[in-house]
């Protein structure tokens, strides 16, 4: 900061500018990125060194130069914490309310869990059964959503596709068995309110827990569109008048 210096001679006052400084000190570049890493951490909901989580500084920054006296790092994910792409880190150095330095990096972070794959080759169709499945610990940061990690969510469903051993099983490769034929008899039960009628009925296509299905009520000889409920049962919800 500049000043100016009063001097006096001889009954005259000269004015001599001079120049203060401030103490400077360097934080290393490591307790930088340590920052940086413990900030990913606490957005990926994971304490450091658990291993569901792995990260890497891919570029370290330069030793900060910041003012002697307390500083705090504040560290901001410029886009977010990203798996598919390297997490870029703004540390900004603070002192009081006075920004007096900063530094980016970059890191890479990968995400590690046990997910659901296929144990053997298996072909499309397949009622799943527990041999068919077990779990393997894979990167998932760059998985798309949906991969399964419970493989009791998929026991008794039925694969769209084959699958050869080790691939991962996804949400989307799984239907619902086919557990009504069409011909069969059923039991329609139209519900109306609190009231629920039963009449015998015939499916006029095959159906899974859930589908819809064409049904013919036997009684009235009409062709209702019902909820199959289990492999002798559907529903139909009458509306009111």
């Known amino acids: 900061m500049k000043r100016l210096a009063k001097w006096f001679l001889a009954g005259v006052i000269f004015l001599l500018p001079f120049w203060t400084t401030v103490e400077a000190r360097m934080l290393e570049a490591s307790e930088v990125a340590n920052v940086a890493v413990g900030e990913v951490y606490r957005q990926a909901d994971v304490q450091p060194g658990d291993d569901r989580v792995q990260v890497r500084v891919i570029s370290l920054p330069e030793r900060l130069e910041v003012p002697e ?38 890191l890479d972070v990968r995400r590690y869990q046990e997910v659901v794959v296929a144990s053997r080759m298996l072909p499309g169709k397949t009622l799943l059964q527990p041999g068919d499945l077990k779990k393997l610990r894979l990167e998932t940061g760059r998985l798309p959503d949906g991969f399964l990690v419970d493989p009791v969510k998929a026991i008794g469903m039925q694969l769209q596709r084959p699958l050869r051993s080790g691939d991962i099983l996804m949400e989307s490769m799984l239907l619902q068995p086919i557990i009504m034929r069409r011909g069969a008899a059923v039991t329609l039960q139209v519900r109306q309110g609190e009231m ?46």
Do not use: F
């Not at 307390?70 to 792409?85: F, I, P, S, T, W």
């Open 196 to 241: 629920l009628v039963s009449v015998a009925g015939e499916a006029l296509q095959d159906g899974s827990v859930g589908q819809r299905i064409r049904v013919k009520n036997l009684l009235s000889k009409r062709i209702v569109t019902a909820k199959v409920i289990d492999e002798a049962t559907v529903e139909v919800t009458a509306s009111r008048r």
């Open 69 to 106: 006296g307390e500083v705090k790092l504040q560290v901001d994910l410029l886009y977010g914490l990203r798996y598919n792409a390297p997490t870029v880190a703004r540390v900004v150095a603070m002192q009081d309310t006075q920004k007096v330095g900063q530094a980016i990096l970059r």
